[in-house]
């Protein structure tokens, strides 16, 4: 790998954030007993999955320069650094202790807020990769993806406040 990644490889890795967000999602909402609070969990992860369509369809519509590769790969080492970075930075760092709290303290509060910081560490982890993408690459690829990431945690800190509030 160079020291640039290019629009795909971004791509690549918010796909199977997205991926790795729907488990934890759907794995929490199984886990908790309040329905509404379930509910919500499970519509977080099908909204995931609608955000790995979209940036699976994202990929599929970059330019020829969007996936120059940055660096000669003769062994497709790229993608398994790829996947290993998005799995092991956002939503599994803590995924087994977090449905363990889940399941002891059933706070709604407290579900919301370690979903919220989730998304956070992913918003911040593609805030660090874009610096890492020229223009050529896809740049503004990049700040696609953390737009999304921003709606999600504007969203969530609405059903945060919307939760407390009944």
Same mark, same amino acid.
């Given at each position: 790998?160079?020291?640039?990644?290019?629009?795909? $490889? %971004? +791509?690549?890795?918010?796909?199977?954030? &997205?991926?790795?967000?729907? *488990?934890?999602? !759907?794995?929490?909402?199984?886990?908790?007993?309040?329905?509404?609070?379930?509910?919500?969990?499970?519509?977080?992860?099908?909204?995931?999955?609608?955000? $790995? %369509? +979209?940036?699976?369809?994202?990929?599929? &519509?970059?330019?020829?320069? *969007?996936?120059? !590769?940055?660096a000669i790969d003769?062994?497709?080492?790229?993608?398994?650094?790829?996947?290993?970075?998005?799995?092991?930075?956002?939503?599994?760092?803590?995924?087994?202790?977090?449905?363990?709290?889940?399941? &002891?303290?059933?706070?709604? *509060?407290?579900?919301?807020?370690?979903?919220?910081?989730?998304?956070?560490?992913?918003?911040?982890f593609f805030l660090?990769?874009?610096r890492m993408v020229?223009?050529?690459?896809?740049?503004?690829?990049?700040?696609?993806?953390?737009?999304?990431?921003?709606?999600?945690?504007?969203?969530?800190?609405?059903?945060?406040?919307?939760?407390?509030?009944?």
């Amino acid at each position: 790998m160079g020291d640039q990644f290019n629009a795909e $490889e %971004i +791509l690549r890795m918010a796909e199977q954030i &997205e991926k790795n967000g729907q *488990e934890f999602y !759907r794995n929490a909402s199984n886990a908790v007993d309040d329905f509404e609070v379930s509910r919500l969990l499970s519509d977080l992860a099908e909204w995931e999955k609608g955000h $790995e %369509i +979209l940036f699976t369809s994202m990929r599929n &519509e970059l330019s020829r320069e *969007e996936k120059t !590769r940055t660096a000669i790969d003769p062994y497709c080492e790229a993608a398994l650094y790829l996947k290993a970075m998005a799995d092991d930075h956002v939503f599994k760092q803590q995924t087994a202790e977090s449905l363990t709290q889940f399941k &002891e303290d059933e706070s709604t *509060e407290k579900i919301i807020d370690l979903a919220i910081q989730f998304e956070k560490d992913s918003l911040l982890f593609f805030l660090g990769l874009e610096r890492m993408v020229s223009p050529r690459l896809g740049k503004e690829r990049v700040y696609e993806i953390i737009d999304e990431e921003i709606g999600h945690i504007a969203y969530l800190e609405k059903q945060r406040s919307r939760l407390n509030s009944r």
